[in-house]
């Protein structure tokens, strides 16, 4: 079965700090990899995602991942933090050998920016 | 285009009351998916739509649960006999097909559900 593992719930750094968030995932396969952004109170946006080719993504809002199938690993970074990136980050895997489109979750990592 | 739409954005029940949300997706996607999250977890898929088929359910959805989308269009979740293990974040989202699964989707603000 699918799963994905966000290792991390609580990360505080210092705005203007390096960012990585972590992720792994179980599968069988390599699956389609999402990285979602959720302020309080709404809904998910979409901030990069893999599919296939370059395992280095660029995304929205400066934001990068890398997949790594060795480690199946998927996780996220920033050079440099902004104070308005403090929110709550998912991971999430899609099966390719379905059609449905439907997202296995992790369960977040919250993420505090100090000033 | 306005988005993912989605009321009531928070909806307040009494234990045992039934309730409906309703989402309006993207108008040109097909596709349209619900998924619920608990305080401090990630969502969980509970059921997806393409046009107005009703093709995949959890089991997470009770048969206290019915989602419908009857023109293809818009969508109702409805709770009947609610507890208080319903209360949670209804996410709605929507895609093509053609750009499903590989692309991600769209989600709305979401409905938060309390149930007291």
Redesign the interface.
């Known amino acids: 079965a699918q799963s994905?593992t966000q290792p991390d719930i609580h990360i505080t750094v210092s705005e203007g700090a390096s960012l990585e968030l972590r992720c792994n995932y179980s599968y069988g396969a390599t699956p389609?990899l999402?990285w979602?952004v959720q302020s309080p109170?709404?809904?998910?946006?979409?901030l990069l995602?893999y599919?296939s080719g370059d395992t280095l993504v660029q995304g929205i809002k400066g934001f990068e991942a890398e997949f790594k199938r060795s480690q199946s690993s998927f996780n996220l970074r920033k050079p440099s933090v902004h104070w308005s990136d403090a929110a709550e980050y998912?991971c999430?895997v899609?099966?390719?050998s379905?059609?449905?489109?439907?997202?296995?979750?992790?369960?977040?990592t919250t993420l505090q920016v100090k000033p | 285009d306005t988005g993912?739409s989605?009321n009531p954005r928070h909806k307040i029940t009494k234990r045992g009351q039934n309730v409906t949300f309703r989402c309006d997706p993207i108008s040109e996607h097909n596709?349209l998916?619900w998924y619920r999250q608990t305080l401090?977890?990630?969502?969980?898929?509970l059921t997806?739509f393409q046009n107005e088929a009703q093709?995949?359910k959890s089991r997470l959805l009770s048969d206290r649960f019915s989602a419908e989308r009857p023109k293809g269009s818009f969508s109702t979740l409805e709770i009947q006999r609610t507890e208080q293990g319903d209360s949670a974040m209804y996410?709605c989202?929507s895609?093509d097909?053609f750009m499903?699964?590989?692309?991600?989707?769209?989600?709305?603000?979401?409905t938060?559900l309390t149930v007291v």
């Open positions: 994905v389609y999402f979602y109170g709404q809904g998910l946006q979409l995602k599919f998912f999430a899609g099966a390719r379905s059609n449905t489109g439907k997202l296995i979750f992790g369960q977040g | 993912v989605q596709r998916y401090g977890q990630g969502p969980e898929f997806y093709l995949e996410l989202a895609s097909s499903a699964p590989h692309y991600g989707y769209t989600f709305g603000s979401g938060r």
